[in-house]
């Protein structure tokens, strides 16, 4: 018993070590510590590259540097909870976002703590191998697929292809919707699942894998993949901030109301 507690101490110890590295080295990496001449934005995949077209325009109005911090959307929100950085913009409605901090253990005790505001919406995009000649899947369709019910594309009129899907660790919002939207509430849950970290990765795999299906939340346009006609998977594109918002800020909000 006394070996067996010691176990679960030292196991303890450990995985504090790793969380306290792991902010560690994300504050060294980003830089998180605000200063009075750059305003830094948190974001997630699908928010980067409008606020890389909007940066230039940004800094030539403020006279500041505008600092991107592709963290995705749960860090990137508990960072501006804790004032790291000036703001965040997520496209994942809010309450989702509070839920997958809440899984994760980042607790926020007052969320009326954030402004926030819906600029508009955009969909996830449901891809598969260039080759692949299914074009359309019915919500019926991707819940058999996602669920592992069905895993060889010849039940879809194709070829005798082992279905893989591609599933990012850091895509849990869109996963959210997707399984709420989609799946009836049920998580991923496939036969031949292929795990990548970022959303990125996901086209990377969908590419060069002839079974692949996985859902894009980037522009799949330079990837050779294909976009499949399905249900639509909306959700919302939110901007974040904590407390008095600034004439800095009120100017990027602007910016971005244009470009999206």
């Known amino acids: 018993m006394k070996r067996f507690s010691k176990y679960i101490i030292t196991k303890i110890f450990i995985y504090v070590l790793v969380l306290v590295g792991s902010f560690i080295l994300m504050n060294t990496r980003f830089g998180f510590t605000s200063s009075g001449d750059v305003i830094k934005v948190a974001c997630g995949g699908g928010t980067i590259d409008i606020l890389e077209n909007i940066k ?7 006279n500041k540097k505008l600092e991107i911090v592709p963290v995705g959307t749960i860090l ?3 960072e ?4 790291r950085v ?6 994942l409605p809010f309450d989702v976002l509070l839920q997958l901090l809440e ?6 005790d007052n969320p009326d703590i954030f402004n926030y505001i819906v600029l508009g919406q955009t969909s996830t995009k449901l891809i598969v191998h260039q080759d692949n000649m299914v074009s359309r899947l019915s919500k019926e369709d991707m819940k058999r697929i996602f669920l592992g019910i069905e895993k060889n594309w010849k039940s879809f009129g194709w070829e005798d292809v082992p279905i893989e899907v591609v599933v990012a660790k850091q895509m849990k ?9 989609i799946l009836d509430g049920f998580p991923i849950n496939p036969k031949n699942r292929i795990d990548v970290e970022y959303p990125n990765d996901v086209l990377e795999e969908v590419e060069k894998r002839k079974g692949a299906i996985g859902l894009a939340v980037v522009d ?3 990837y050779k993949v294909k976009v499949v006609e399905s249900p639509e998977i909306k959700r919302e594109i939110i901007f974040l901030t904590v407390g008095r918002i600034g004439s800095e ?4 909000l602007d910016l971005l109301s244009k470009a999206k």
Do not use: V
């Open 103 to 108: 899984e994760e253990g980042m607790i926020i």
């Open 220 to 222: 799949p346009k330079e």
């Open 76 to 78: 990137g929100t508990w």
């Open 249 to 252: 800020i009120k100017i990027l």
């Open 173 to 181: 919002g869109i996963h959210t919707i997707f399984s709420q939207k």
């Open 86 to 91: 000036n703001a965040g913009f997520f496209s």
């Open 56 to 62: 230039e325009e940004f800094e030539k109005r403020t």
């Open 80 to 83: 501006l909870y804790n004032k």
